[in-house]
């Protein structure tokens, strides 16, 4: 097909009927998306943008600060723990997380029921975060299933959750609990290989780290970057489970244990006492989303490549 | 094989969309300019409504539910009683300004600080000046003089009308140490004493969690008295932490963890872990709040007898009684602030109030209610002099109390950090944080 008559084509296209009938009913459509999106998202987030600017505390009328609360902010070591956790559960936890996906992808490529092992190690995924926090509380606190169990070896007890731990202990269970998905995520990926490459790989004598690297790999890039761009984003999501895993009665947990979105949860409503500093909050999640941004728009340049359609 | 170019771009601008929804969207909703009329004295209301921060199943509820409907009976006033929780007033917050959805709200002095603080509380004076219904006092006579210092706003009116009263003490087992309640120890040594004889019991001292905060912040207020401890917040410089009874405080607590006082594991154990073990024996004392009792009974081994006593004093002399109070208050737009008033005035009546005491185990300001019998040590001390319970830092001083202070005193408890190291962190920490204040 020429681009000519791809032009022609098109021409024609604009001035049917059933053409011109679509571009009517287009707008209906799309409004009442676009009207709830603006107003329930697009319009709240430009004015936390503008509330970052402000000194507010969510009900009175803000006052204009400048660019106070982002200097502030630079001091804060509540902040600096909190971006400093976020960036932990980003590359930390993440990058822990995808060499289990794929270790465990690899395995139950090639097992016999593997629909129950993927049901089964998806399962934390769809239980609510608060319910998982209570189970690791019991497997791992003094007197918890972890540390039974190593008494009947004669071992322990070992402190898993003692105050320098308590974080690392999150990071753990947070790819607990994500391992499944994105086990999910990359065996969507990998099932679309066609198998023939595998079989001539193998009559080729390829060891299995071969056909990972060879055809697994390359064949499923563009599903690695994505599963990579959603677990960026998630992370900043990651709230329930420490608030509920680390904070005791309507007390917030303590501040190395916070992430971003506990920030601005601890700066507005949250705790015993709150301390409805919207405006640094507002401040706290820009920076974060900046960074965010940033993360992503590397690793969509990293992860870019020509897209298979198989 | 067809091939298309990824659309990198796009993909960017989603992310940051999806990304601003949950990381900005605590921080939406702008408020809406309303009436700010202060507190429109209603007349002739036939019902208001009430926003509780208790849950339905609370004995607290039952007692307040109870009483709302032997006030419907006797004034025919209408109850609409909805059953918010803790966070009442967060709830409660962003109607203020278009005329409150409650007229009639309870919580904390700490956490209804918060309305103070925006002057969205009602005065509650002429309240005060009202008769208690079918007594013959009035409510500004039935709550002890020396509590009414907290109860007022920065103008000195009253904002709430307390009904529940809490405190902290060390609470023991008076099964196990019959004569304590009579011979309480005077000095730190003879808490020392103390705790020796627990080990010799067979008992660990101190059952403590791994993120207490009543050993050290107690310790101080002890050895600095309640303004020295302010000022470990309210200093700018950080010169207060230089005091060396800030060190010497820090250093009887870090030997309680040396000498082996704290129960094993206490590192990584909540507050709720260790109120358990204490119960079922396995530790002797526990420092914390007047819910004990109430909280611990169902762990408790079989004779128990829930009793507490006070810190004992140290350098500053200090041993008044930290308190805490749980009350109503009426927000200022309220639009039934007539019948919240008479309601609350039915509520403070001896025949109801005296549930919060028989029915929810707790010490209410009434000096003629008897406290239950597990909190008449606390119920006693209380009779003398009081400060605000944690020397009000939680709520003067909440953002450096959460960010400098907890965090530095979990340092202290679980031995990462020693007397010496809690006092320069401590001080540091209060010259960075007043930097990055707002």
């Known amino acids: ?310 | 094989m067809r091939t298309s170019k990824n659309v990198h771009r796009a993909g960017v601008i989603a992310a940051a969309v999806a990304v601003s929804a949950v990381s900005l969207s605590g921080c939406g909703s702008s408020s809406k300019p309303g009436s700010s009329s202060g507190s429109g004295q209603s007349q002739g209301s036939t019902s208001f409504t009430y926003w509780s921060m208790w849950q339905q199943n609370e004995p607290q509820a039952k007692v307040i539910k109870k009483a709302a409907d032997d006030f419907t009976a006797a004034t025919g006033i209408k109850v609409d009683i909805q059953w918010q929780g803790r966070n009442v007033i967060t709830k409660l917050t962003p109607t203020l300004k278009t005329g409150s959805s409650a007229d009639l709200v309870d919580q904390s002095v700490n956490a209804l600080g918060a309305l103070v603080a925006k002057d969205e509380t009602a005065d509650l004076s002429a309240l005060y000046g009202t008769t208690v219904s079918g007594e013959s006092q009035t409510i500004g006579q039935i709550i002890p003089e020396s509590y009414k210092p907290f109860l007022n706003d920065k103008n000195g009116k009253p904002f709430i009308a307390p009904y529940e009263v809490s405190s902290e003490g060390l609470w023991y087992d008076a099964s196990k140490f019959p004569d304590l309640a009579a011979n309480p120890p005077k000095t730190w040594d003879d808490l020392m004493a103390l705790f020796d004889k627990a080990k010799g019991m067979g008992m660990a001292p101190v059952a403590v969690p791994g993120d207490d905060k009543y050993w050290v912040l107690l310790t101080l207020q002890r050895e600095l008295g309640t303004d020295g401890l302010k000022k470990l917040a309210g200093d700018k410089t950080g010169v207060a932490w230089d005091d060396p009874k800030v060190l010497k405080a820090a250093q009887l607590v870090q030997n309680l963890r040396d000498k082996g006082y704290f129960i094993k594991g206490y590192e990584s154990s909540k507050s709720i872990d260790e109120e358990g073990n204490w119960a079922k024996g396995q530790a002797a004392f526990y420092l914390s709040g007047t819910w004990v009792p109430s909280e611990a009974a169902p762990n408790a081994t079989s004779g128990f007898k829930f009793d507490s006593i006070q810190l004992p004093a140290l350098d500053s002399g200090n041993t008044d009684t930290g308190i805490n109070f749980f009350g109503f208050a009426v927000p200022k737009t309220a639009k039934h602030s007539d019948a919240a008033e008479k309601f609350i005035a039915f509520f403070m009546k001896k025949q109801e109030l005296a549930g919060i005491s028989t029915q929810a185990l707790n010490l209410t300001p009434r000096a003629d209610v008897d406290p239950p019998a597990q909190l008449a040590s606390i119920s006693k001390a209380l009779t003398g002099t009081v400060y605000a319970d944690q020397g009000h830092l939680s709520v003067d001083y909440a953002d450096w109390t959460n960010k400098m202070l907890n965090p530095e005193m979990i340092r202290l408890v679980t031995g990462q950090d020693n007397a010496a190291g809690f006092v320069a962190n401590g001080k540091q920490g209060t010259i960075d944080y007043w930097k990055s204040a707002s």
């Open chain 1, 1 to 310: 097909v020429t681009s000519a008559t791809l032009g022609a084509r098109r021409g024609r296209a604009q001035g049917s009927p059933l053409a011109r009938r679509r571009r009517r009913v287009f707008g209906p459509f799309l409004a009442p998306a676009l009207i709830l999106y603006t107003g329930l998202f697009m319009v709240p987030t430009g004015y936390s943008f503008y509330a970052s600017f402000t000194s507010w505390d969510g009900f009175s009328n803000p006052r204009w600060k400048g660019t106070l609360n982002y200097e502030h902010l630079t001091h804060d070591p509540a902040f600096k723990d909190a971006f400093l956790n976020t960036l932990k559960l980003l590359f930390g936890c993440g990058i822990f997380l995808f060499v289990v996906s794929f270790a465990f992808m690899l395995m139950l490529r090639e097992m016999k029921g593997r629909r129950f092992i993927q049901g089964f190690i998806f399962l934390p995924h769809i239980v609510s975060g608060v319910a998982l926090a209570a189970f690791w509380d019991f497997l791992l606190n003094h007197d918890g299933m972890l540390n039974k169990g190593l008494h009947s070896f004669g071992l322990g007890p070992v402190d898993w959750l003692k105050p320098q731990w308590q974080f690392d202990a999150i990071l753990v269970a947070i790819v607990w609990i994500n391992t499944g998905y994105y086990v999910t995520i990359l065996m969507a990926g990998v099932d679309r290989i066609p198998p023939y490459y595998y079989e001539e790989a193998k009559l080729a004598g390829t060891n299995s780290w071969q056909r990972f690297r060879h055809i697994t790999l390359p064949m499923s890039w563009d599903v690695v970057g994505t599963a990579a761009v959603l677990w960026t984003i998630g992370t900043v999501k990651i709230f329930e489970f420490i608030l509920a895993f680390s904070g005791s009665q309507g007390n917030l947990p303590t501040t190395n244990q916070w992430t971003s979105a506990l920030y601005v949860y601890g700066e507005t409503i949250g705790g015993t006492s709150p301390i409805y500093d919207f405006g640094r909050a507002c401040a706290g999640a820009v920076v974060t989303l900046v960074a965010v941004v940033i993360v992503v728009a590397v690793l969509r340049r990293a992860t870019s490549r020509d897209r298979l359609e198989l």
